[in-house]
């Protein structure tokens, strides 16, 4: 019966905090903002076309333009590109330079948030290294893809198994959230990987799902800081704010199911589990994607309340899921970064 009341009072919280989001205003505000959103993406794909020519066989739309959620205050813009095999070593150039030209010359809040994925079915199937397509986004194509360009070139493509979504998160959060650098064993002095949004760091991060890789910390931008000291996140603004709540949200759903969901899906998920730590703060996150929070005091409050404790329980999940796969330089990983956040 307690259960029952409690799962009850959470599946309330998230509707409230939907309808606090229905509001006529703000939801006219969302339909404008998602039609500059697509706007963003169709002056993207005419680039692309002019610029990748005949290599070009599909474009897609990815994200939450796809599959609903989409924000114009804090959602990127993702785009996924398939170019015509072999990959090409100027391939990697040509794609960022498009992106590039995009956002220098329109100068737009949503340009700045374009994000491209890219590969050949080549790539995409594994067969050989190169572009840029990291697990959750190949799934992300695979069940939620919105062809905007060319002819469909997914009909051949596997997805992504649960225990590669499983690790690929888990070195995403690891580099993104957990401020710590990953290297092969092999690697030395200043060629650690970068981040996920540099095609040549997703080359790498490819392999190194394989095998055993070890973890330096950095201060670069350094998320642990971040969780612990809230006026420091709230000073980031809305867009940081929200995407260090909730990643760990849609890294739990994705790991518990195997699907991609929206943030709205996620979110619902956490809050219908038995054990969700910071449910006011997931709820509240969810709200401040569309409308920015007012109180400083009230963010703060549900941040000191409600951040350490969303993270352990993430982490503890992880660590258990890595360690059953047989992946303890993860879940040791993940150890280390539970320690760094009670220092």
Same mark, same amino acid.
């Given at each position: ?160 198994? !649960?225990? +590669? #979504? =499983?690790? *690929?998160?888990?070195?995403?959060? %690891?580099?993104? @959230?957990?401020?710590?650098? &990953? $290297? ?44 612990? !000291?809230? +006026? #420091? =996140?709230? *000073?980031?603004?809305?867009?940081? %704010?929200?995407? @260090?709540?909730?990643?760990? &949200? $849609? ?48 963010? =703060? ?43």
């Amino acid at each position: 019966m307690k259960i029952g009341i409690l799962v009850e009072i959470k599946q309330w919280r998230c509707t409230k905090t939907l309808n606090h989001m229905a509001d006529e205003s703000h939801l006219s505000i969302l339909a404008q903002g998602t039609e500059q959103g697509h706007a963003v993406l169709a002056e993207a794909v005419a680039a692309y076309t002019r610029t990748l020519g005949e290599r070009l066989i599909a474009a897609y739309s990815l994200g939450s333009l796809s599959h609903g959620g989409f924000s114009p205050l804090v959602s990127d813009i993702d785009l996924a590109l398939i170019l015509a095999d072999p990959l090409r070593p100027t391939d990697s150039v040509r794609v960022a330079a498009v992106a590039w030209r995009l956002k220098k010359t329109h100068g737009s809040a949503l340009h700045d948030r374009l994000s491209v994925f890219w590969g050949t079915p080549s790539s995409l199937a594994g067969q050989v290294p190169g572009g840029r397509f990291p697990p959750l986004d190949r799934l992300d194509l695979l069940e939620h893809g919105r062809l905007l360009w060319g002819e469909d070139a997914r009909s051949d493509l596997a997805p992504p198994g !649960r225990d +590669e #979504l =499983l690790v *690929a998160g888990a070195i995403f959060a %690891l580099e993104h @959230l957990a401020g710590l650098v &990953v $290297r092969s064993p092999h690697e030395r002095g200043g060629n650690a990987l970068g981040s996920v949004h540099r095609t040549r760091g997703v080359r790498r991060l490819s392999k190194l799902v394989l095998f055993p890789v070890r973890f330096l910390f950095t201060t670069d931008e350094d998320a642990v800081e971040e969780v612990r !000291r809230p +006026e #420091l =996140l709230l *000073a980031r603004g809305v867009l940081r %704010l929200t995407k @260090l709540i909730l990643f760990p &949200v $849609r890294f739990l759903f994705t790991a518990e199911t195997g699907r991609i969901a929206t943030y709205g899906d996620a979110v619902e998920h956490y809050l219908a589990a038995d054990a969700s730590p910071g449910d006011a703060l997931v709820a509240a996150a969810l709200a401040w994607r569309t409308v920015p929070p007012e109180n400083d005091e009230v963010v =703060l409050s549900l941040l000191e309340a409600g951040m350490v404790p969303l993270y352990l329980h993430y982490i503890d999940d992880q660590r258990a899921r890595l360690a059953a796969l047989g992946r303890h330089d993860l879940a040791e990983a993940f150890g280390q970064w539970r320690r760094r956040l009670l220092q």
